[in-house]
């Protein structure tokens, strides 16, 4: 089985002396009872149980081997790992030196959220633990002795002096940054998590812990339910996942056999499906998968929120050029491993309790300028990772399942998942087909919204100058994005007018009251929401999720989601709110801010399956611009923003000379040929009314 202590083993022996150096000025800090002379009582109590928990860590890096875990039960297991998040847990977090906020009310608003962030950046010390990075635990070891000195030797508390810390800390080791980066993202050599995946006994979760993640109820009693599954199902969901990947490649044009590896990505618990992928991969695909990401359940989501910008501390034109050069050479120096890239295999999870963060002032923010450098920083490591591995080469796929966190009828809501995910295509696709017929007779499409919903909003098409070759439309199935079930285009943005309105929607786990987004010529002119009662502090909220770091995003996608079978799983258990955008997208139209589906692959020809005809819409007026000047093509970015069937009274596609095709009214599709989308809302209308007689027949 892989070793991480022999993974790096050169970078640790150049670190071993300072790593030692490191545990006694550790000790000898905690030996004294008080704080040095001239040292403020609060900045010595803080520096002190910051010191107490960079030691656990180097305790509990040493003793942490395959032996460890050996014999240890669930509870011991979970205690030790308990000691190293219980600052971050949400019971003691309005009292943790980890809330910016309880910092600023102990060493005021300039220093405290300052001090916070470099306690923030110490907690990176426990996935380096797992990972016997003795080196990376060093660089942090570093970061808290210089600040320990600044305020040992009696200094003022100045925040330009602790700014200045964090700064320069921020720009160090930055070629060896950019190596854990790069081997992570591409997966060299690392195969200890897909051995112990493919060796461990699965009914013993105590393999859970040997992953190197943050293990809670969740991924335990996830764990235990994929241990009941039967084999067909197992195997059904793997080849569905699989199977995606590889459509991907076909769909796009691009030739698989020019690669051979692909990163997992998926949530801890569905190890019994990874294992069952990983030999799909291997045996159907020839690929070798790495796990590139295993998620888990946050310790608390608030805490992410409030450090979400703590690189705002040190991010300048000399951090930019020292992470850009870092980058550079460390891709060029694996060029070769990285050419057989394919992309990543992602399996999502939904299901989490939804969150609606607290807005707090004395976060770290970016100022304006900084998000401007950020975002024309971001286009240059974008175009840089393109030239080592190639949009137009690569490919994905992504396929999403429940949490036990979804309720009493997780089990159900997950068998039903698996049925949504594995759906017949053919019979969605030629039902797609007529609705791409209609719309490609169209100049543009106009969708209302009904109950409330204030959407009124006409989005413009492009011209198709050979109808008998061309579309504008997608034919979408279970490829990429599974399940199945939708239609896109790239809009032309020029005469895309109107409000997009949502009464409530969770985008990229934040939530969003009474969304509007006001188009103008295809870009945002103005937004707002109702989740706070200042509108600044709302527009502020719109700003710093939605639209970072651009002031304005442009109509990347507009798409018809067909898959009325997952909105009738959808509504039948009260999930929509936490459905993922994956499937969400499918069950009404929805409309993407940001790039285009096509972003970086433009030049190269789509076909739609059915009729062989080429989609022609695969960019706007904005990624166009890649062809005169790269940096201001993509916002890399693009989030998909849906209007469920529900809110929606009208979708109509809107013909030169005034006329007009429905496509759906009232909810329904109207459109001859589309029927058979009905049973499924008809079915779940019928179950809904029942509810209601059987509720006022008990009264």
């Not at 009582?41 to 081997?65: I, N």
């Not at 002795?145 to 921020?170: T, Y």
């Not at 990163?263 to 801890?268: P, Q």
Request: a negative charge; proline letters at 4%.
């Amino acid at each position: 089985m892989f070793e991480y202590e022999n993974y790096y083993k050169v970078y640790n022996a150049r670190a071993a002396e300072d790593y030692f150096d490191d545990a006694e000025k550790l000790r000898r800090i905690l030996e004294g009872n008080k704080p040095p002379k001239g040292m403020r009582e609060t900045a010595y109590r803080f520096l002190r149980h910051e010191a107490e928990f960079l030691l656990t860590l180097l305790e509990f890096e040493h003793k942490l081997d395959a032996d460890s875990f050996v014999g240890a039960t669930s509870a011991e297991l979970e205690k030790d790992q308990k000691r190293l998040y219980q600052d971050v847990e949400e019971d003691g977090y309005k009292k943790s030196y980890l809330n910016p906020t309880y910092m600023a009310s102990l060493f005021g608003d300039a220093c405290g959220p300052l001090l916070c962030a470099m306690a923030a950046q110490l907690r990176e010390n426990i996935e380096h633990a797992y990972r016997h990075r003795r080196f990376a635990m060093h660089w942090n070891h570093l970061l808290f002795f210089d600040v320990w000195e600044q305020l040992r030797q009696g200094n003022a508390l100045e925040p330009q002096e602790i700014r200045g810390i964090l700064n320069a800390h921020g720009k160090r080791f930055q070629r060896e940054k950019a190596g854990l980066w790069v081997h992570g993202r591409f997966g060299f050599e690392d195969s200890y998590r897909r051995d112990l995946i493919m060796s461990a006994d699965l009914t013993n979760p105590s393999y859970l812990y040997q992953l190197g993640e943050r293990v809670s109820t969740v991924e335990l009693d996830l764990s235990s339910f994929m241990a009941t599954l039967d084999e067909e199902r197992i195997d059904k969901m793997a080849r569905a996942y699989t199977q995606g990947f590889r459509k991907g490649f076909f769909r796009d044009g691009k030739d698989i056999v020019l690669k051979n590896i692909v990163g997992i990505r998926y949530h801890m618990g569905m190890e019994r499906m990874i294992r069952r992928a990983v030999e799909y991969f291997e045996e159907d695909l020839h690929f070798i998968p790495f796990i590139q990401e295993i998620a888990t359940t946050p310790v608390n989501r608030q805490y992410i929120y409030d450090h979400r910008f703590d690189m705002a501390v040190y991010f300048d034109s000399e951090f930019q050029t020292l992470r850009y050069e870092a980058l550079e050479a460390e891709l060029e120096c694996n060029r070769e491993i990285i050419a057989g890239y394919g992309g990543p295999a992602v399996v999502d999870s939904f299901g989490e309790v939804p969150f609606t963060p607290e807005s707090k002032a004395q976060q770290i923010v970016f100022t304006s300028e900084q998000s401007q450098e950020y975002a024309s920083f971001n286009t240059k490591l974008q175009a840089l990772l393109a030239k080592y591995a190639p949009p137009n080469e690569t490919s994905f796929t992504i396929i999403a399942f429940p949490l036990p966190t979804i309720g009493a009828s997780f089990e159900a809501i997950f068998k039903e998942t698996v049925a949504v995910n594995t759906l017949d295509t053919e019979q969605y696709e030629k039902v797609q087909q007529t609705i791409i017929d209609a719309l490609d007779k169209g100049r543009a499409v106009y969708v209302r919204g009904a109950k409330g919903n204030e959407t009124d909003i006409t989005v413009q098409l492009p011209v198709i100058n050979n109808p008998a070759r061309e579309t504008n439309f997608y034919n979408c199935v279970a490829d990429v994005n599974i399940p199945v079930g939708e239609v896109f285009t790239s809009p032309k943005l020029e005469g895309t007018n109107g409000v997009l309105h949502l009464e409530e929607i969770y985008l990229e786990d934040l939530q969003y009251k009474n969304l509007r987004l006001v188009f103008q010529d295809g870009y945002i002119q103005d937004y707002s929401c109702s989740n706070f009662e200042s509108e600044e502090d709302n527009k502020r909220y719109i700003e710093e999720n939605l639209l970072f770091p651009h002031d304005t995003l442009p109509l990347g996608e507009f798409a018809i989601g067909t898959n009325t079978t997952a909105y009738k799983m959808a509504r039948k258990y009260g999930i929509v709110h936490l459905l993922p955008i994956l499937i969400v997208e499918k069950m009404g139209p929805h409309f993407a801010i940001g790039d285009t589906c096509y972003a970086r692959s433009e030049d190269i020809p789509v076909y739609n399956p059915l009729d062989g005809k080429e989609i022609v819409a695969r960019d706007n007026e904005r990624s166009r611009l890649r062809k005169e000047d790269p940096a201001k093509a993509y916002t890399h970015k693009h989030t998909d923003i849906t209007l469920p069937y529900e809110s929606l009274g009208q979708i109509s596609v809107l013909l030169d000379g005034g006329d007009a095709i429905d496509i759906i009214r009232g909810g329904r599709f109207v459109l001859r040929g589309t029927d058979l989308l009905n049973d499924a809302l008809r079915e779940q209308a019928l179950e809904e009314k029942k509810e209601e007689q059987d509720e006022r027949s008990t009264v």
